[in-house]
């Protein structure tokens, strides 16, 4: 019986500590690295849920079946066991960071987001630019004039848009007037989603906006489209509405 109490104490004490690691892993995805929408757009939690799965799951799992006091080898049992889990947490966490959301990209009449994978590091040299590591960095972007960015630019759009150029990155303020031109009204956006409106509105009101006081710019991440809020005075950027399906 003192056994038994042993092996449970040990898994629970394994799973306690696991889940302490797999909610400081969330906390970093959801509120640093892929704010909402964006770990969900990407395709992050696949990724996340099979961290979780090893380290939170098998992991306590494997030490409740493996743990006995009377065992030779118990210490080495233990030590394949936790690095069996420090290995699928770093390489799960390798991956997230490589597919980070890296840039908040303005592109003047709708909005880009770019992730760390798809900036090169010759291109990030040439901007003399480095990844933000602690979320995404809202920018503006210009025109390429160079004629090595011309083509870099139209190779890009052959291969479906992916890629980015750092050496074109603008302050995102010097575009304020551009983005405040062909910013979007709501009321139009609801109008033509009218399944969605409570939604809309409901995002609006949690984030102290009306109809009057934002408008927004179609936001693409990976293959969805969903409306980046901005202020509707200044164009300050006040956030990504969760809605995703919406007909602009």
């Known amino acids: 019986?003192?056994?038994?109490?042993?092996?449970?104490?040990?898994?629970?004490?394994?799973?306690?500590?696991s889940c302490l690691i797999g909610l400081g892993l969330l906390l970093l995805c959801?509120?640093?690295?892929?704010p909402t929408p964006m770990l969900s757009a990407i395709g992050g939690y696949e990724i996340f849920f099979l961290i979780v799965g090893i380290d939170v799951v098998l992991g306590p799992a494997?030490?409740?079946?493996?743990?006995?006091?009377?065992?030779?080898?118990l210490v080495a049992d233990l030590a394949v066991i936790a690095i069996l889990q420090m290995s699928a947490l770093v390489y799960g966490v390798g991956t997230l960071l490589e597919a980070r959301p890296a840039y908040i990209a303005a592109l003047g009449k709708s909005f880009v987001l770019v992730q760390a994978s798809e900036i090169?590091?010759?291109?990030?040299a040439k901007?003399?630019?480095?990844?933000?590591?602690?979320?995404?960095k809202l920018i503006g972007t210009k025109e390429p004039t160079e004629k090595e960015d011309i083509s870099l630019i139209n190779i890009m759009a052959d291969v479906g848009g992916k890629g980015h150029l750092p050496q074109l990155?603008?302050?995102?303020?010097?575009?304020?007037e551009e983005i405040l031109k062909n910013a979007l009204e709501f009321e139009?956006?609801?109008?033509?989603?009218?399944g969605k409106r409570a939604e809309i509105q409901s995002w609006l009101k949690s984030h102290d906006c009306d109809n009057n006081q934002c408008k927004f710019q179609p936001i693409k991440i990976n293959v969805s489209i969903f409306p980046a809020v901005i202020d509707a005075k200044t164009a300050a950027y006040r956030g990504i509405m969760p809605i995703n399906g919406l007909q602009m």
Not at 169 to 176: A, F, G, K, S, V
């Open 30 to 34: 959801w509120f640093m690295w892929y």
């Open 169 to 176: 990155h603008i302050p995102y303020e010097d575009m304020r």
């Open 127 to 136: 901007g003399k630019a480095t990844l933000p590591l602690w979320g995404p």
């Open 120 to 124: 090169t590091d010759s291109n990030l």
């Open 188 to 194: 139009a956006l609801a109008k033509d989603n009218e």
């Open 1 to 17: 019986m003192k056994t038994t109490m042993t092996r449970y104490r040990a898994s629970g004490t394994h799973f306690f500590l």
């Open 62 to 73: 494997l030490t409740l079946v493996v743990f006995n006091p009377k065992k030779k080898w």
